[in-house]
């Protein structure tokens, strides 16, 4: 008897922590994705920033200011769209993770469910024998 609940406990042992590691790769996957999303937006944004700057340096009077200026809030304001874009891929990317291991956790729960009601049931019919 100890040699069988040795066992299962074993096999759902090595179940959980293969589970485990899933669910962690599917984790780290969604991290690296989300960091580099972000990182390209930076990427971009400074760039830009940067070609700006350049611009605003070889401007050498006032006229000059006024045709840059323009640009660098048109830089801004595409800088804002791919930071907000990069969010929002960000976001649903960690929800449809996060939707797939409520998935994964749904399916060990259920599993385990049946596991333990065909135990019972096994434990209920040998126990009516008996008697």
């Known amino acids: 008897m100890y040699q069988q609940f ?17 669910i962690n ?3 780290v996957q969604n991290i690296e994705h ?23 340096l070889d401007v050498r009077d006032l006229n000059g200011l006024r045709e840059v200026v323009p640009a660098g809030v048109q830089i801004a304001r595409e800088g804002i769209e791919r930071s907000v874009v990069a969010g929002q891929e960000a976001y649903e990317s960690t929800i449809k993770t996060n939707e797939t291991i409520g998935q ?16 019972v049931e096994k434990v209920a019919k040998t126990a009516g024998r008996r008697k």
Request: net charge neutral.
């Open 6 to 22: 040795n066992e299962q406990f074993a096999a759902n042992t090595r179940q959980y922590a293969e589970t485990a590691a899933h």
């Open 25 to 27: 790769r599917l984790a």
């Open 34 to 56: 989300v960091f580099g999303l972000q990182l390209a937006a930076v990427e971009e944004n400074t760039g830009a920033a940067f070609a700006f700057f350049n611009q605003l």
């Open 104 to 119: 994964i956790a749904k399916g060990q729960f259920e599993q385990a469910t049946k596991k333990a009601t065909a135990q």
